[in-house]
């Protein structure tokens, strides 16, 4: 077994509230979010800045690109249905969807991170029909926080052998 060096890489599988989500652009899930904002409060004796709070909390947000357009892969992520009269035909919510539940990613390097509570929601359809870039729905998951406990996890497990 190789010893683990804690570098992060090569997207094995994402499982989203219990299923696993279809294949993804090469692009793999990109990490963002915004930072806190924090208050600084002032003392007039001094004019200097005598202490610091937090104002509202950062975000964590992931993003990606579902390709693989089945249609179970199309109602777990982006809702709508699957139509009984035409087999392997998707019809898309009336309504933008977002879902709520756990999230797990699993790297090829070793690593499996465990986000409690996340919300998914599959924003628009971009791509190229006739080109190497697939069409596809861009996602965004998010980080959801009590602001108690801890909302993710990373565990350094062994890599994937292959």
Known sequence: MAEL???VLLLAKITFDGKEIGLISEDGVQWGGSAPEYASVVAAQTRSVVKKVLKKAGTIE???KLIELKVQNLVDILGGAAD???PGKWNAPALQVMKEGALEIETVTGQVIT???ASLV???MSGDIGSDSPLGFDCIITVLSDGQT???SIDNTAPLEG
Request: charged share 20%; aromatic share 12%.
């Open 84 to 86: 009984a009269t035409v």
């Open 5 to 7: 060096d804690g570098i």
């Open 150 to 152: 801890s909302p993710f």
């Open 122 to 124: 599959g924003e628009n």
């Open 115 to 117: 986000v409690a509570k």
């Open 62 to 64: 992931m993003k990606f």
